[in-house]
């Protein structure tokens, strides 16, 4: 699955991401510089306008990508969001970690993947080198037990379900706000200038079929060579028809659930856009490289899968 990838500053990414450039040797830096990698769940590469998308969904990463360094040929590691981030914290095939005894349909994501001591990780990659690392997340896939968190000194997943060490978030800390703010928090609470490295995952598209916000949900008009109403199952799974926990009520056409993902694209694009300004004011955004990423993607009905992306 295409996904997007932009890189905006100068810098030598440790793996998976690909070497931009490289910003100098340690000695050489006279203030502490940052890497910021912004995961976003089920976005669509050919949703975005700087890929040719006809509607305005993404101004602020449109205007992000003319003055960065930007990939269209970049592909997801698997179509779902667990594995999929694995791929990119560690440059590696997700299947490497997949625990194959607990493959059962039904048991918990979490369960079912394990990351080896001896996979690399970005995180401890760039802790090695001397990086403060932190991780704030948005999915309730991506927790500890997994060993996800290797190399991150703050490891901070949704607040909802966040264990014991991290203690129980409140709910304003899910979502781009949360995240962006919890993020925030710790990077311009740092003490001293050591260079730092945060993974943010944000998962606000991957809410917008269980909540409403009529603001954003018909920002934009309904396609009329999209009025197809898609059957619902009751298997998450479902080729040519709707899982259940992603119907919306009614005789929903597939251009409404078309036109509400574009709207909130449109939102979390101007959400995005506020986190820049906040690293602006902090005079963090010049000495920090930004890298957008989409996780994984999700179909309107091109494969066959509606609203969904398939077993992994």
Known sequence: MVTPLLISRLA????????????????DREASSGVLVIAIDALRADHM????????????LDGFAAGAVTFADTWSAAPRDLPAHLGLLTGTDPNLA???????????????????FAMPHVAVSFLGAGYETAAFLDSPSLQPVTGIGAGFQVFEPMGEIAPGPVGNLA?????????????????????????WFAYLDVADLERTWRHRDPAWDGFFE??????????????????????????LGGAVSL???????????????????????????????????????????????????????GLF
Do not use: K, M
């Open 222 to 247: 309904v396609r009329p060579e999209l009025d197809l109403v898609p059957p619902v199952s009751n298997d998450p799974e479902a080729f040519f028809a709707q899982p259940r926990s992603r119907w």
């Open 12 to 27: 030598l990414l440790a793996a998976p991401f690909l070497v931009v450039g490289c910003a100098g040797g340690a000695g």
């Open 49 to 60: 306008g700087l890929h040719g998308y006809d509607r305005d969904t993404t101004p602020v």
């Open 171 to 195: 709910g304003r800390d899910v979502g781009i706000e949360g995240v962006s703010r919890r993020f925030l928090a710790w990077v311009n609470g740092r003490e001293g200038d050591s260079d």
């Open 255 to 309: 251009g409404d659930y078309e036109a509400r993902y574009d709207g909130r694209l449109r939102r979390l694009d101007g959400r995005l856009g506020t986190l820049f300004e906040e690293l602006r004011r902090a005079d963090l955004w010049e000495g920090t490289t930004v890298c957008i990423v989409g996780s994984y993607g999700l179909q309107f009905g091109e494969a066959g899968l509606i609203l969904d992306h």
């Open 98 to 116: 997949r625990r194959f005894y607990h493959t059962e349909r039904g048991t918990p994501e979490g369960s079912r993947f394990a990351v080896p």
